[in-house]
């Protein structure tokens, strides 16, 4: 509350034109929200995100700041609407995280930034995918690759991985082995921007793209334990096991245990399959966001299609699946 307080002073107190603590502030925001929102549950950041993102919209409307000062504005709208619309897709409203997409997208074009702009076109494609909106998530992906192909950070190689997975979603191959191939050319080309400065969610790095490799091959029904789908899928949670990498991310580590329980499936591993979910299943509830939902429920669909579905293990399985619900949304996100 005493911090709120002081905030709620800061960004009162600078009469006539926008100062620069106020500046200095949400931008303090900005970096401390991106640090924190793919490693503590939603619950913990949503109302200061929430603020922040009023903060910004009402600095930008309310003609205090300097034209020098709008597109650094524009630029923490931009942050701030994608992790909000990061924040609606996690508590399963695809509408509203579609709504704040495109007013991050809009301040990204007031902004003239164009690495923010594909990073909303790649927002847009990952709502999609988890809504099982394939062909959306491809266009989406497709389309930030091709109007943005002078961006030379992270975010360059997650729009093909994205395009990747939105691909093998719709069964296309061919096409998800070329955006494959295609993310890997981007790595060797990569030069940090300010969004990999920034962390957290808004930069790529290689083992999140191995990730999305592994999962591209799970969707398209490849990966036993013996080939190299079934060993870049355990590379993947190796990778994502330790909670002080600076990459990691708990939705991140969920969905490559995931991957790594489908993948054991394909193999009849059965134990190996709960295994690895059993991590997942232990999530507590505020952490069981859209994602790692819909990842728990393709490991529902391959158990339903194993020899061992009938078995008692497998049936109980099953059922802890089926009582896997996602996250309720915080107090300030009803009615959002």
């Known amino acids: ?55 910004a919209f009402r600095l930008i409307e309310g003609g205090r700041a300097r034209p020098s ?32 997409a495109r007013a991050a997208g809009v301040s990204a074009e007031q902004a003239e930034h164009p690495a923010l702009s594909a990073l909303v076109h790649g927002l847009k494609s990952l709502i999609s995918y988890w809504s099982g909106r394939g062909e959306d998530a491809l266009f989406h992906a497709r389309r930030g690759g091709a109007e943005y192909q002078q961006v030379h950070g992270t975010v360059s190689v997650w729009l093909p991985s994205l395009e990747a997975r939105a691909a093998a979603l719709l069964g296309d191959a061919g096409g998800a082995a ?10 060797e080309t990569v030069e940090p921007d300010d969004l990999d400065e920034l962390g957290g969610l808004l930069t790529f790095p290689a083992e999140k793209e191995l990730y999305y490799r592994v999962e591209t091959e799970v969707l398209l029904g490849q990966g036993a334990t013996g080939t190299a789908t079934g060993a870049a899928a355990e590379q993947a949670v190796a ?8 990459f990691w991310a708990f939705g991140d580590e969920a969905g490559a245990l995931c991957n790594l329980s489908v993948v054991r499936l394909h193999d009849d591993e059965l134990d190996g399959a709960v295994d690895a979910l059993r991590p997942v ?16 429920q393709r490991v529902h669909r391959a158990l ?11 049936r109980e399985l099953a059922e802890e699946i089926t009582q896997f619900s996602p996250a309720a949304p915080p107090p300030a996100a009803l009615g959002r």
């Open 1 to 55: 509350m005493a911090a709120r307080r002081a905030r709620d002073f800061a960004l009162g107190a600078e009469q006539g034109q926008l100062g620069d603590e106020t500046l200095g502030y949400l931008q303090d925001e900005v970096r401390r929200i991106a640090e924190q929102y793919p490693r503590v549950p939603l619950s913990t950041v949503f109302d200061d995100l929430a603020a922040a993102q009023s903060d």
């Open 69 to 100: 000062q709008m597109r650094q504005l524009h630029v923490l709208a931009t942050l701030l609407s994608w992790h909000m619309a990061k924040a609606c897709h996690d508590l399963g409203d695809e509408s509203s995280a579609m709504m704040h």
């Open 178 to 187: 070329a955006a494959v191939e295609q993310a890997a050319r981007r790595r």
């Open 239 to 246: 990778a994502f096991s330790n909670p002080d990498a600076p």
């Open 281 to 296: 299943l232990d999530l507590p509830p505020a952490q069981r966001n859209r994602g790692i939902v819909v990842s728990a």
């Open 304 to 314: 339903a299609h194993s020899p061992a579905r009938s078995s008692l293990l497998a």
